[in-house]
């Protein structure tokens, strides 16, 4: 005669069960990142001039040249930076840009920027063919000490480091802000997510290549720029 079982086997049995039953396993898949991360960089037409970070480097000439690097969006999702300063400072507006305040308020904050992968790998490559690199940002500088050279040292382990170089609020000549910079630090080579990061090493001179980086898809500087809007080249997968 059979025996029922006693509850200690039942649940004995049922441990056993569940540890036999499939695991679900994730697949790893590198282009869920780009899918999941950001959608607008997935429209790739053909029509625009994609490079990857290694083309870029097969196409340089053997000498070192100067590279220039805008900052936020570029090299730093910076976002809620400036999310927050318009909360504080102009909520609804931009007005907050125009605020000496906001600058200063916001020296420091990139500690909380995430760095950007294709930044580092841009910057990587750079270093290793020992060319200079520079930083030129659109903000204002703030009238205390600038935390962001430091920040950038820290991390991208920048070698030579040239202090920060910030374009907004200086007197100039010309249509865009970066154009003297550009200009005065002989830059043979510009990268930024902006139409005027292109725009601007176009007036510096026909000698200055520009390449677009894509600029997040949650950044908070809106509108987006169309990228390959003025045939120039936009480094693939650099949304994030
Ligand atoms: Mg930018």
């Not at 079982?5 to 499939?22: E, I, M, N, V, Y």
């Not at 809620?80 to 909360?87: A, K, L, N, P, R």
């Not at 040292?153 to 480091?161: H, I």
Request: aromatic share 10%; proline share 7%.
């Amino acid at each position: 005669m059979k025996r029922p079982l006693s509850a200690l086997a039942f649940l004995a049995l049922s441990f056993a069960g569940a540890q036999t039953a499939p695991v679900p396993v994730l697949a790893p898949n590198p282009v869920n990142k780009a899918l999941n991360i950001s959608g607008r960089s997935l429209q790739m037409p053909e029509s625009i001039r994609w490079v990857t970070v290694d083309e870029i480097r097969a196409s340089l000439p053997d000498r070192p040249i100067n590279v220039s690097f805008d900052i936020d969006d570029t090299v730093l999702s910076s976002s809620g930076c400036f999310w927050w300063g318009q909360q504080t400072f102009s909520p609804g507006s931009t007005e907050y840009l125009q605020k000496q305040l906001f600058w200063d308020a916001v020296n420091g904050c990139d500690r909380f920027s995430i760095p950007k992968d294709s930044a580092r790998a841009l910057i990587k490559m750079h270093q290793d063919r020992n060319d200079q690199i520079f930083f030129i940002t659109g903000r204002t500088a703030p009238r205390q000490m600038e935390l962001l050279t430091p920040l950038l040292v820290k991390t991208f382990g920048t070698k030579n480091m040239h202090f920060v170089n910030f374009a907004g609020g200086i007197p100039r000549e010309t249509k865009y802000d970066k154009t003297p910079f550009i200009q005065s630090l002989k830059i043979d080579l510009h990268y930024g997510d902006a139409d005027s990061d292109i725009t601007a090493a176009m007036e510096a001179g026909p000698q200055v290549r520009a390449i677009r980086v894509i600029r997040a898809a949650n950044s908070t500087n809106l509108p987006m720029p169309a990228v390959g809007s003025f045939n120039e080249e936009v480094l693939r997968d650099s949304a994030w």
